[in-house]
């Protein structure tokens, strides 16, 4: 069965600072790897995924995501933190064959300060 | 584009009523799903349709509750005689089936439930 780890339930930063969301999975075969984000009192946006091909992936407002096979990894990225970053990011995984639902980390919530 | 919508955004009711959920996914999305969410955990998978088929249904989905999407566009979620366990963020999200597996799934803002 598959599985994700956030290993920090809390990440702070100051603003301007870089920021990493650390992410680990579990799953049998090539995996599929998706990050989303959510703002209080409102349902999850996707970010980003990783699929094939580059280990790099770029996605929405600036964050990026770095696939990594053998430490099964996919840390969340942003070279410079805004303070409207702030909010709970959630990781996820499916393998890449099936039908089978996607699995969700237990999330990290994100602080920038001014 | 008008996203996923859910209704009721808030519910309130007593212990043993039955409440109902309405999600209008993303009109051309044939795939849509359930999640439960409660405080401090990420989403956790109830059930999806493809179409009007109920094609997966977690073992979190007890008897007293049901789904339906009879005709293939908006979908119900029905919680018989709730119990206070029952509380919470119930998500709703719609996806393509083509190339499923990779298809990013779009969120709705949630029914939060309280069972008082």
């Known amino acids: 069965a598959q599985s994700v780890a956030q290993p920090e339930d809390q990440v702070n930063v100051a603003e301007g600072n870089p920021l990493t969301v650390k992410c680990t999975y579990s799953?049998?075969?090539?995996?599929?790897l998706f990050w989303y984000v959510q703002y209080p009192n409102r349902g999850l946006q996707f970010l980003l995924k990783y699929i094939t091909g580059d280990n790099l992936v770029k996605g929405s407002y600036g964050f990026e995501a770095e696939f990594n096979k053998s430490q099964t990894s996919f840390h969340l990225k942003k070279p410079s933190a805004l303070v409207s970053d702030s909010a709970l990011y959630f990781c996820?995984?499916?393998?890449?064959?099936?039908?089978?639902?996607?699995?969700f980390g237990k999330g990290t919530r994100l602080s920038v300060i001014a | 584009d008008t996203g996923v919508s859910q209704d009721p955004r808030h519910k309130i009711t007593k212990r043993g009523q039955n409440v109902t959920f309405r999600c209008d996914p993303i009109?051309?999305?044939?795939?849509l799903y359930w999640y439960r969410q409660t405080l401090g955990q990420g989403p956790e998978f109830l059930t999806y349709?493809?179409?009007?088929?109920?094609?997966?249904k977690s073992r979190l989905l007890s008897d007293r509750f049901s789904a339906e999407r009879p005709k293939g566009s908006f979908s119900t979620l029905e919680i018989q005689r709730t119990e206070q366990g029952d509380s919470a963020m119930y998500l709703c999200?719609?996806?393509?089936?083509?190339?499923?597996?990779?298809?990013?799934?779009?969120f709705g803002d949630g029914t939060r439930l309280s069972i008082l």
């Open positions: 349709f493809q179409n009007e088929a109920q094609l997966e």
């Open positions: 009109s051309e999305h044939n795939r």
């Open positions: 999200a719609s996806s393509l089936a083509f190339g499923q597996a990779a298809q990013p799934q779009h």
């Open positions: 996820a995984v499916r393998p890449y064959s099936g039908n089978t639902p996607l699995v």
């Open positions: 799953v049998s075969g090539n995996p599929y």
